[in-house]
């Protein structure tokens, strides 16, 4: 069984505040929670080698049965968690965020996506917020979830709403985007954070610690061993060393400093995407192809460790399945260190607890990081695309959603 960085579980007393986990997959969101103060009592997750890599971790924590949510909302009941009801301190949960995506929003207004298929998860996890009443209900999503004129977190106030008053119950929605690297995940990673407070209040947000000092990338990759490894493939990956640490394929368009290879913006952000040594690593992402970043500076894909590292997991945290399901596991996962700092802003609230220590889950600044290594001369094989390429015509920003 793994080991966590902080001491929590040694701890644990009937007043410990109780939180119950939905989504949990890989147990980011508990392991820093469980870091702040809570003892969870139970995670949810549907996904069957997410279920493996919990227990491989942490058999200590109850895995409940049955999987699926929309079934878990219809028998679980606070008596099942050994709790009275109202006595649950925090629900938590990142619900699945593909109806709320950039994509998902390109498509159709925000609202659309409460109403889409893959949205039902989100309508079983409401249902559990009316059964066990908790104190606190945390949600974590794109930030997507949050945004336009007409979005999800709106709608799911309105739905909070209708709990208070069936319930007579009192909770206040808040919502922000937060950037994990403010607060020293080695990673820039905006993600939509919604609060319901049941005694009416409003959530004070932590204050960004990292904003102007961030940990970077070589913080937390200068100590992963180099085991597995994987290594580059795909028709673009002999370009990669001709690309700057930090950079992507604009490099090499006519407003990059490279040789004009691809017009600009006419690929996904990502592509050929690399890591700098000395700044937070670019967001990871659940399903990466063979030319999606972000690459390693040595000009290979990550590995499974550092992944985890860039996330703030423990070094010792283990991830079950192929390559292909570790790397959605961990690119689904929210950052533990992330987690903490929203977990010790919410006890810092309803139950005034004060913290002096840092984070269990803090990654430290190295004295010194290493110069970049330059960019190579492009290979020979990509010479004869060197010309003219059309920039793409839009701002960048995608089209309009459509108001249906």
Known sequence: MTATPADSRQHLTASTPKALSAFSGLGGLDLGLEAAGFEVLGCIEHDQV????????????????????????????????????????????????????????????????????????????????ETFLPRVVLMENVPGFVTGPRSVAQRVAEEFESINERTRSNYVVSSAILDAADFGVPQRRRRAIVVAIRDGLDMVWPEPTHAHAPVRAWDALHAVGQEDVPSPVGKWVDLLPSIPEGSNYLWHTSRGGGLPIFGYRTRYWSFLLKLAKDEPSWTLLAQPGPSVGPFHWDNRPLSAAEALRLQSFPADWLVEGNRREQIRQIGNATPPLLAEVIGRALLALVHNREFKDPPAFAISRQAEVPIATPPKDVPKQFRHLVGEHPDHPGTGAGPRPRSD
């Open 50 to 129: 997410a279920r493996r890599s919990l227990k491989l971790n942490r058999d200590d924590w109850r895995i409940i049965d049955p999987p699926d949510i929309t079934a878990v909302a219809e028998v679980l009941q606070p008596s099942d968690l050994g709790l009275k009801p109202s006595e649950l301190t925090l629900l938590c949960g990142a619900p699945p965020c593909q109806p709320y995506s950039k994509a998902a929003m390109w498509a159709r207004n925000a609202w659309a996506g409460f109403d889409d298929d893959r949205a039902k998860p989100l309508l079983s996890y409401l249902k559990l917020v």
